[in-house]
């Protein structure tokens, strides 16, 4: 069986680290391409035109958003999926005016600024000195690079709000989050596995919002575990 991967704003397939290694000892790996697209409807139909007629799926924050939509468009060809780090509504105000700070900030040359602003939100309080995962964050937004970004920034600041079909997901689905994930909530991922049919969390302890990388060993049995259950 094949496994897709997708993957969040400002992170490349390195994001994946461990849990794409633990996955290709049973499956195929497909790294789903999110960078060429500035809507999330797009992205989905990029990956659904790529992908195997059947697949699992595996959607990490942003990615999660692309997940949505692909069982939007083509639920049928999702066996089993995974949603990480990720949430069902779409932007607030709050949320969108955040959204327009990264803007102006790349607007004005200060691109590089815009991960230094996320690293507290991205990875547990302990580890905001920590140089080895830090390079990593700073790494994978310097690959990303400030055209691509705002790419992002639009599709994720006009997705739907993925609430209202959460009760149509057939396929069996994981919710796994980092508890001091400081984007998305314990409420959030409440509200998923509310809607979504015999949808199960897993919690991972002392981690924020990269639980790939801050826990990848934890991340990768969960999701060789899940992926390799059926």
């Given at each position: 069986?094949?496994?897709?991967?997708?993957?969040?704003?400002?992170?490349?397939?390195?994001?994946?680290?461990?849990?794409?290694?633990?996955?290709?000892?049973?499956?195929?790996?497909?790294?789903?391409?999110?960078?060429?697209?500035?809507?999330?409807?797009?992205?989905?139909?990029?990956?659904?035109?790529?992908?195997?007629?059947r697949?699992d799926?595996?959607?990490?924050?942003?990615?999660g958003?692309?997940?949505?939509?692909?069982?939007?468009?083509?639920?049928?060809?999702?066996?089993?999926l995974?949603?990480?780090s990720?949430?069902?509504?779409?932007?607030?105000?709050?949320?969108?005016?955040?959204?327009?700070g990264?803007i102006?900030?790349?607007?004005?040359?200060?691109?590089a600024?815009?991960?230094?602003?996320?690293?507290?939100?991205?990875?547990?309080?302990a580890?905001?000195?920590?140089?080895?995962?830090?390079d990593?964050?700073?790494?994978?937004?310097?690959?990303t690079?400030?055209?691509?970004?705002?790419?992002?920034?639009?599709?994720?600041?006009s997705?739907?709000?993925?609430?209202?079909?959460l009760?149509?997901?057939?396929?069996?689905?994981?919710?796994?989050?980092?508890?001091?994930?400081?984007?998305?909530?314990?409420?959030?991922?409440?509200?998923?596995?509310?809607?979504?049919?015999?949808?199960?969390?897993?919690?991972?302890?002392?981690?924020?919002?990269?639980?790939?990388?801050?826990?990848p060993?934890?991340?990768?049995?969960?999701?060789?575990t899940?992926?390799?259950?059926?």
């Amino acid at each position: 069986m094949t496994v897709v991967l997708v993957t969040g704003q400002l992170m490349t397939h390195a994001a994946w680290g461990d849990s794409a290694e633990a996955l290709k000892t049973r499956h195929d790996v497909v790294l789903a391409d999110h960078i060429q697209d500035d809507t999330i409807a797009g992205m989905a139909q990029r990956l659904l035109a790529t992908a195997p007629d059947r697949f699992d799926l595996a959607g990490q924050a942003m990615g999660g958003f692309v997940a949505f939509e692909v069982l939007r468009q083509a639920p049928e060809r999702v066996r089993r999926l995974a949603l990480l780090s990720t949430l069902a509504p779409n932007d607030g105000p709050a949320q969108t005016e955040r959204r327009m700070g990264y803007i102006r900030l790349v607007e004005a040359g200060k691109f590089a600024e815009v991960a230094e602003e996320r690293i507290p939100i991205l990875v547990h309080p302990a580890r905001r000195e920590d140089a080895p995962l830090l390079d990593i964050v700073r790494g994978m937004a310097g690959d990303t690079g400030a055209e691509t970004f705002l790419r992002q920034q639009r599709a994720i600041m006009s997705r739907a709000d993925s609430r209202p079909g959460l009760g149509q997901i057939a396929c069996p689905t994981l919710v796994i989050w980092g508890r001091q994930d400081g984007i998305t909530t314990e409420a959030h991922q409440a509200e998923i596995v509310a809607g979504v049919p015999g949808a199960r969390l897993e919690v991972i302890e002392d981690c924020g919002h990269l639980t790939t990388l801050e826990k990848p060993a934890t991340t990768a049995r969960l999701l060789a575990t899940w992926f390799g259950a059926a």
